[in-house]
């Protein structure tokens, strides 16, 4: 099995900035892609930011330029940097992950969810 524990959420002022990071454990043989998701009250979960295992990185058009996903694979990993943050940021935040474990079985993560509120 794999866990992915977030942290780093909190409340913060519109036009400010928040660090997500998310590490994955367990019985891991590789992570293939980590990215994170969002979901506001009543709303779907949506796509925020996802990155490769070779760093290629894909954003909601809501959040280019403005947010910046990263991992480090020799710790796995992934980050989230927020900047200009805005009301409509408000959401739970969850971390998502490809993996295969040592006994070669592909699966889909998810983390717990970390909140996001960002104050106008």
């Known amino acids: 099995q794999v866990q992915l524990v977030e942290s780093g959420g909190g409340l913060v002022q519109a036009g400010g900035s928040l660090r997500l990071s998310c590490a994955a454990s367990?019985?891991?043989?590789?992570?293939?892609?980590m990215g994170w998701y969002r979901q506001a009250p009543g709303k779907q979960r949506e796509l925020v930011a996802l990155?490769?295992?070779?760093?290629?990185?894909n954003y909601a058009d809501s959040v280019k330029g403005r947010f910046t996903i990263s991992r480090d694979n020799a710790k796995n990993t992934v980050y989230l940097q927020m900047n200009s943050l805005k009301p409509e940021d408000t959401a739970v935040y969850y971390c998502?992950?490809?993996?295969?474990?040592?006994?070669?079985?592909?699966?889909?993560?998810w983390g717990q969810g970390t909140q996001v509120t960002v104050s106008a």
């Open positions: 367990g019985s891991i043989f590789r992570i293939n892609d």
């Open positions: 998502n992950a490809e993996a295969v474990s040592i006994v070669l079985v592909r699966g889909r993560y």
């Open positions: 990155v490769a295992s070779g760093g290629t990185t």
